[in-house]
């Protein structure tokens, strides 16, 4: 059942309202009964998680602008709340809102690891550098307790099997045991997310990530474990995070990053919405420049989802961030625009039941 639909900021949650998913046929509204209800405090909200019973593990696309073909995702929606997540309508698929409902209904792939060992044991696998966390993150909160990513993780590791791994949290550092040593082999690459180094705006931005500090000192823990280790300035927000983008990489360059990306902001489907309904809460004086800023890079409107475009808009302002991008990337050492090379030949396919031994 999905969270009631009042606009109103909660502490710790990104989206302020839940309005109903695109696949939805009815819609609601909240209504005075007469007896001030409007007016009472709403409940807190808890956060629910179920089990996903997934059929199949890895994901395949075959996007031009989207550096590898294969992915994971242990978990579906994600309870950092980052009021931005261009993955927030996926969760319409399930009769769920993207606004609270992404954040406080939460799935996890149970037999993550079983089905991931499964599928790398059928004999036409052909062994393609995995993206964990491609959709939302591995290392939200419940991975604590789930720890999905890390059974995920055991896995590749057992059959040396390349992957990159994508987050915002610092709990990437749980998993050094790991990592480390599939680093050595150039099996596995770590990408941090930085958005702002400002405290006070990741506190409603993305209420329930870790602090910059905290990603920038993960950063230092991969980068001194020999973990190849980059930042993504993701996304790039006009007028509220723009400014910082020559900050945030001289900060983690100095922390051991060797390679960085950025992407700016995407507003697919019910996104659009909730960010310009968490502008007008949050950011209200600079609301209209932020829009503006959007529609100068995608063609007049909120977004454009055009292969190429989405990423990285067009424009002269989308320009010039490119440049100051580029160049701030070689004043401070780090490398962009290069894949990183994983070792596909250490793949060793798992052999799962009988099989008939060689004649030779």
Excluded at 57 to 71: E, G, L, T, V, Y
Excluded at 132 to 137: H, K, L, Q, S, Y
Excluded at 309 to 318: D, I, K, L
Aim: with cysteine; hydrophobic share 35%; glycine share 8%.
């Amino acid at each position: 059942m999905a969270t009631p639909n009042r606009p109103v900021p909660r502490t710790g949650r990104g989206a302020v309202s839940n309005p109903e998913g695109r696949f939805e046929k009815t819609t609601t509204q909240p209504v005075d009964d007469g007896w001030g209800s409007l007016d009472e405090p709403l409940p807190p909200l808890e956060t629910i998680v179920r089990a996903d019973p997934a059929r199949s593990i890895i994901a395949r696309n075959k996007s031009p602008d989207i550096a590898f073909d294969q992915s994971i995702n242990p978990y579906r929606g994600c309870e950092h709340g980052c009021i931005y997540c261009y993955a927030r309508p996926s969760h319409g698929y399930v009769n769920l809102s993207a606004g609270l409902d992404f954040e406080t209904r939460l799935f996890y792939k149970q037999d993550a690891a079983r089905l991931l060992e499964g599928e790398l044991a059928v004999p036409g696998y052909r062994c393609s550098p995995i993206t964990i966390g491609a959709n939302t993150d591995p290392y939200q909160p419940i991975e604590r307790e789930y720890r999905v990513t890390r059974s995920i993780i055991e896995v590749l590791s057992r059959y040396r099997h390349p992957f990159s791994i994508i987050t915002k949290s610092a709990m990437i550092e749980r998993d050094v045991d790991l990592l480390a040593p599939m680093a050595r082999d150039d099996l596995v690459l770590a990408l941090v997310s930085v958005t702002t180094l400002s405290g006070e705006l990741k506190r409603t931005l993305e209420p329930r990530t870790a602090s910059p500090a905290a990603r920038l000192r993960a950063i230092r823990t991969l980068a001194s474990a020999g973990i190849p280790v980059g930042v993504m300035v993701a996304p790039v927000i006009p007028v509220l995070t723009d400014s910082e983008v020559e900050k945030i990489l001289e900060a983690a360059a100095e922390a051991g990053a060797r390679s960085a990306g950025y992407v700016v902001l995407r507003l697919p489907y019910e996104v659009k919405d909730l960010f310009r309904e968490w502008l007008r809460t949050h950011e209200p004086l600079k609301a209209e420049h932020v829009m503006s800023r959007m529609q100068a890079m995608h063609g007049g409107r909120d977004y454009n989802s055009a292969w190429g475009v989405r990423q990285r808009g067009q424009g002269e302002y989308a320009a010039l961030l490119h440049q100051r991008f580029k160049a701030a990337c070689r004043r401070y050492g780090l490398r962009t625009g290069e894949r990183f090379i994983h070792n596909v030949g250490l793949f060793q396919r798992p052999v799962i039941g009988p099989e008939q031994l060689s004649l030779i």
